[in-house]
């Protein structure tokens, strides 16, 4: 796509993600989205044929489309009571992690101390370009003393948005700048007693800027095949489970995408 068509993409696409159309919603019409965003219907078509084609929005009747709705059908209980806290004591702290001892009483339980670890706020980003490749970083890690392939991201600082992290972290570590990252989900790796927030970001299109700056974080840059993305899974070499909660929800897009259902 050129220029006009993908800024009228990014446009659209900001519309769905800040909500101005909330799912559910009719976008407007081609000929009212022609003249809003000055651009010619064929280029239109275009814009519109991506957005589909990545579930963004669906066709509904002629030359109609909206936001598709994902209604959500489960209830949570809601006569549960949560975990009393009556207070905590710092075993351990560093500019890395901090190691705690919190003072709980689970209902109906005798109340105990539980170690939790504090760990930083990360965001991480997966970028895909117009041939569904993701940009990844092959890697070394300690820890586990192997390589492999993980995503771009980092820690995100006292303050900062996470989206402005996922950002720079994928332009420090890759040499890419992202043309716009959504946000898909804030979660917890190791819920039970490990606190570090994950952001996950997803976007399309990428520009190269030049190399890496961040030489400690950097590893060979690559943009893997989201087709391969299972086979690397079944062979071990998917690194971090913020890379596997963003390829994961990757694959289940594309298949949606490709299934008779959602194409009915």
């Not at 990545?54 to 489309?65: F, K, L, N, Q, T």
């Amino acid at each position: 796509m050129g220029p006009k068509s993908e800024r009228v993409y990014r446009t659209i696409r900001e519309w769905i993600s800040t909500g101005t159309y909330p799912p559910g919603a009719k976008i407007p019409s081609e000929r009212a989205l022609s003249e809003e965003l000055d651009i010619g219907r064929t280029q239109l078509r275009q814009v519109l044929a991506k957005l589909v084609a990545e579930g963004a929005i669906e066709v509904h009747g002629r030359s109609s489309y909206r936001v598709p709705n994902r209604a959500v059908t489960v209830q949570a209980p809601a006569d549960l009571e949560p975990w009393q806290i009556h207070g905590e004591r710092t075993l351990y702290d560093n500019r890395w992690v901090k190691l705690e001892l919190v003072d709980v009483e689970p209902p109906g339980v005798e109340r105990f101390e539980h170690h939790v670890v504090r760990l930083h706020h990360v965001a991480i980003a997966a970028v895909l370009d117009d041939q569904d490749r993701v940009l990844m970083l092959w890697r070394y890690r300690f820890v586990p003393q192997s390589f492999g392939w993980e995503l771009p991201g980092g820690i995100v600082d006292a303050g900062e948005d996470p989206a402005v992290t996922a950002l720079r972290e994928v332009e420090e570590e890759t040499g890419w700048r992202p043309d716009a990252l959504e946000h898909l989900v804030t979660y917890q790796p190791m819920v039970g007693m490990v606190d570090s927030p994950h952001e996950i970001y997803v976007g399309r299109g990428a520009k190269h800027v030049g190399e890496p700056t961040d030489l400690e974080e950097a590893g060979h840059v690559a943009w893997v095949p989201l087709a391969d993305i299972p086979e690397l899974m079944a062979r071990g070499e998917l690194m971090g489970s913020g890379t596997l909660v963003a390829l994961l929800h990757l694959l289940a897009s594309r298949a949606a995408r490709k299934s008779p259902t959602s194409a009915a």
